[in-house]
T-cell receptor, first 116, second 112 residues
Framework: KAGVTQTPRYLIKTRGQQVTLSCSPISGHRSVSWYQQTPGQGLQFLFEYFSETQRNKGNFPGRFSGRQFSNSRSEMNVSTLELGDSALYLC???????????????FGPGTRLTVL | ELKVEQNPLFLSMQEGKNYTIYCNYSTTSDRLYWYRQDPGKSLESLFVLLSNGAVKQEGRLMASLDTKARLSTLHITAAVHDLSATYFCAVPLPGANSKLTFGKGITLSVRP
């Protein structure tokens, strides 16, 4: 069974630009969550999508947005990039039939974004 | 706000010795996850602890959960170099199991 895939794996952008990251979950998984990892703040939850709807949201500014398609693939977008957006962006997929049900999350390899 | 604390943040271990690392959290949760991360890599799931008193073992690692104390421990038996990595614990927000709050991580380094 293929794991979670993320593209691209590495990205270099300049301040003010926007970026779109993609995540394909494990086949059959309908929930995709996104996390940002930085040395200073650690791992922080961005948002979760389930059946094309945002189900949970973290404390990030509106420049961070996402969406999910009918095939469960998800994209996240960051507009007007800032230097502080440089991070490893991880997505995780799970079955997650219900919001409060147990669901193990499987993480993808991440996209390393560098903002210059 | 849910807070997850891990200590120590860095641990230098001697090969062959036993160690215990800790994860505590601030609000009620009956679930806790442990992940391992190697430098430059993603997160690998180690343990899923789903109830009070849960104990899971895999090789030289054993994890347990005490929901009353809001504490999980990860015990390392006879440390080996391959265990060098950063270990994160994560707690889901009650009612929103996909929203994980992570600790800062504990970086373990095993020396000969």
């Amino acid at each position: 069974k293929a794991g979670v895939t993320q593209t691209p794996r590495y990205l270099i952008k300049t301040r003010g630009q926007q970026v779109t990251l993609s995540c394909s979950p494990i086949s059959g998984h309908r929930s995709v969550s996104w996390y940002q990892q930085t040395p200073g703040q650690g791992l922080q939850f961005l948002f979760e999508y389930f059946s094309e709807t945002q189900r949970n949201k973290g404390n990030f500014p509106g420049r961070f947005s996402g969406r999910q398609f009918s095939n469960s693939r998800s994209e996240m977008n960051v507009s007007t990039l800032e230097l502080g957006d440089s991070a490893l962006y991880l997505c995780a997929s799970s079955l997650a039939a219900r919001a409060n049900s147990y669901n193990e999350q499987f993480f993808g390899p991440g996209t390393r974004l560098t903002v210059l | 706000e849910l807070k997850v604390e891990q200590n120590p943040l860095f641990l230098s271990m001697q090969e062959g010795k036993n160690y215990t690392i800790y994860c505590n959290y601030s609000t009620t949760s009956d679930r806790l996850y442990w992940y391992r991360q190697d430098p430059g890599k993603s997160l690998e799931s180690l343990f899923v602890l789903l109830s009070n008193g849960a104990v899971k073992q895999e090789g030289r690692l054993m994890a347990s959960l005490d929901t009353k104390a809001r504490l999980s421990t990860l015990h390392i038996t006879a440390a080996v170099h391959d265990l060098s990595a950063t270990y994160f614990c994560a707690v889901p927000l009650p009612g929103a199991n996909s929203k994980l709050t992570f600790g800062k991580g504990i970086t373990l380094s095993v020396r000969p």
